[in-house]
Nanobody, 117 residues
């Protein structure tokens, strides 16, 4: 089992930026696609950005050009740089490994992101 600890969320104004971090308890980046998910109130959890073991990245259309996913394999840490943020980015953000479209491990506590003026 792998535990995830997400951090870096907070309140930001529209157009602002935040950088999220996700610390994994074991090395997983060489074996799995790892991604950032978010869940807004009343909505299903969605995958917003992912990075494959080889380093290629993928983003959902709503965040393309605004969000950047990266990782530090030596620190077992995943990052999400969020720029030009919008109110619709408001959600709890989680990280997890993904296999065949499904999350691999139990979810962490997530980090709340609120975009509001």
């Amino acid at each position: 089992q792998v535990q995830f600890v997400e951090s870096g969320g907070g309140l930001v104004q529209p157009g602002g930026s935040l950088r999220l971090s996700c610390a994994a308890s074991r090395r997983i980046f060489s074996f799995y696609v790892v991604g950032w998910y978010r869940q807004a109130p009343g909505k299903q959890r969605e995958l917003v950005a992912a990075i494959a073991a080889g380093g290629s990245t993928n983003y959902t259309d709503s965040v393309k050009g605004r969000f950047t996913i990266s990782r530090d394999s030596a620190k077992n840490t995943l990052y999400l740089q969020m720029n030009s943020m919008k109110p619709e980015d408001t959600a709890v953000y989680y990280c997890n490994a993904e296999s065949s479209g499904r999350p691999v491990y139990d979810w962490g506590q997530g980090t709340q992101v609120t975009v509001s003026s």
